[in-house]
């Protein structure tokens, strides 16, 4: 009898992580998407992960860490502006070991259900500015994740499948398994319809382009 695979999927609710959902699932796992309410300016990504979620029909949950406590960053720091991606400020936008939290949250949540496979989705585009989206975080952190946890049998597992893979590369995956953008969000700025010139937004803007597509968000 094959043993049921089991993955949690760390789900914001934008294009990269919604392809990442996705692919996961074609991959044949039973996934459980994570979300994370962190007290972020763009709090409506976690509406565009429900609505997602739900019709996929998966057991979708939103864990809350408020990191507006720590702020330092434009995407927690109300006083802070989004900048414009003209501005060339990105730094501003990071978010100090978001990553590592949330992993390490995903991981805690999944030795409690029995899962210890991680999927995260960085992507190249993250490299300059976010130091925690190259693998050699993610080979470090499995490593003490699994050191760390109360299960001394326990190997956990930190998949990034789209950490070489630019946006465009990624939303061919996308579309290749019909998934719905139009359900998705990306503006840090939090707006409906998006503001189109944040770094997210300019990054997903240009992926469409480059793949000769409209992104349905601004069509």
Known sequence: MTQEKKA?????GGMDSTTLLYEVLDRGYSVYPVSFDYN???RVELESAANIANRLRLPHKILKIDLGQ??????TDMNQ???DQAANQQFSTVVPLRNALFC????SYGEVIGVDELFYGPVKEDFLAYRDCRRPFY????????LGSSQEDRTVRIHTPFVDLYKQQVLLRGFALNIPYELTHTCYRGQRPPCGECDACKERLAAFARVGRTDPLLA
């Open 8 to 12: 949690i999927v760390c789900f914001s």
């Open 40 to 42: 972020q300016r763009h």
């Open 70 to 75: 720590i702020g330092g960053s434009a995407l």
């Open 81 to 83: 502006a989004v900048p």
């Open 104 to 107: 390490t949250l995903a991981a």
């Open 139 to 146: 080979d470090s952190l499995e490593q003490a994740l699994t």
